[in-house]
């Protein structure tokens, strides 16, 4: 008796017939994913600059030639403790008033980021809209946050290594990052469709559908020839 449970196993081999098989819408709606995210990319999503700037922090006041790992483990306790105080409302609240920015302090404190590296450096980045706008920003803060670590911190310098400087190249949306996250996406989407659309199909087009799916041996094939559509033959 014939196995009429419609079973699809699926393997290599299946996989890549179907991808043969419609190669062709595939690659469209993988196009289409690409231009789509390009299009996200460079004209619909706003874009973010980015400028930043960076500080040598020293846990001492004398110029000293004598270093010794103590003055360099609390340089760098110092560095983190800057960038806890940098990161202060208080701070964001002066920048905010020192500028007359229309962002406000919640806005600007999501705009400052902080980056340490277990190192006696601290570098600060300002995101905005226009990369002037970040440079002019930034400037002002890295003022303020000299005149802060100079009210608090009792020991220690500050130096400023790097001043603000920006690319002019947008952070955000990265292009690049856009277009391969559509083109995976076009392609395992359009994948998926047709994949789905070929297990629904039960219809039984070849022999090796009829094995395939009702595990029926072919022994023979006869002809049929009424013509159903010009050029075609039926087989029964």
Same mark, same amino acid.
């Given at each position: /008796?014939?196995?009429?449970?419609? +079973?699809?196993?699926?393997?290599?081999?299946?996989l890549?017939?179907?991808?043969?098989?419609?190669?062709?819408?595939?690659?469209?709606?993988?196009?289409?994913?690409?231009?789509?995210?390009?299009?996200?990319?460079?004209?619909?999503?706003?874009?973010?600059?980015?400028?930043?700037?960076?500080?040598?922090?020293?846990?001492?006041?004398?110029?000293?030639?004598?270093i010794?790992v103590?003055?360099?483990?609390?340089?760098?306790?110092m560095?983190?403790?800057?960038? +806890?105080?940098?990161?202060?409302?208080?701070?964001?609240?002066?920048? /905010?008033?020192?500028?007359?920015?229309?962002?406000?302090?919640?806005?600007? /404190?999501? /705009?400052?980021?902080?980056?340490?590296?277990?190192?006696?450096?601290?570098?600060i980045?300002?995101?905005?809209?226009?990369?002037n706008?970040?440079?002019?920003?930034?400037?002002?803060?890295?003022?303020?946050?000299?005149?802060?670590?100079?009210?608090?911190?009792?020991?220690?310098?500050i130096?400023?290594?790097?001043?603000?400087?920006?690319?002019?190249?947008?952070?955000?949306?990265?292009?690049?990052?856009?277009?391969?996250?559509?083109?995976?996406?076009?392609?395992?989407?359009?994948?998926?469709?047709?994949?789905?659309?070929?297990?629904?199909?039960?219809?039984?087009?070849? +022999?090796?559908?009829?094995?395939?799916?009702?595990?029926?041996?072919?022994?023979?094939?006869?002809?049929?020839?009424?013509?159903?559509?010009?050029?075609?033959?039926?087989?029964?």
């Amino acid at each position: /008796m014939a196995n009429t449970n419609t +079973e699809f196993t699926v393997d290599i081999s299946t996989l890549l017939r179907i991808l043969k098989k419609y190669i062709i819408a595939i690659a469209i709606f993988t196009a289409t994913g690409v231009i789509v995210a390009a299009v996200l990319a460079e004209v619909v999503i706003p874009k973010r600059y980015a400028a930043s700037a960076k500080f040598y922090i020293e846990n001492r006041q004398t110029q000293s030639e004598i270093i010794n790992v103590g003055d360099i483990t609390a340089s760098r306790n110092m560095v983190n403790t800057c960038a +806890e105080l940098f990161s202060s409302r208080d701070i964001t609240q002066e920048l /905010m008033n020192s500028t007359n920015t229309q962002h406000t302090v919640s806005e600007l /404190m999501d /705009m400052i980021s902080m980056g340490t590296s277990n190192t006696e450096f601290l570098t600060i980045t300002i995101t905005a809209s226009n990369p002037n706008t970040a440079v002019y920003l930034l400037e002002n803060f890295v003022g303020i946050c000299i005149d802060k670590f100079n009210d608090v911190i009792e020991t220690g310098r500050i130096r400023v290594v790097d001043s603000a400087f920006s690319t002019g190249r947008p952070v955000f949306p990265n292009t690049r990052i856009f277009v391969v996250i559509g083109f995976m996406l076009g392609f395992i989407l359009s994948y998926l469709v047709v994949f789905i659309i070929e297990i629904l199909d039960t219809k039984v087009k070849t +022999e090796d559908d009829l094995f395939r799916i009702y595990d029926i041996p072919v022994f023979a094939e006869v002809m049929s020839f009424d013509v159903k559509i010009k050029g075609e033959y039926n087989y029964e």
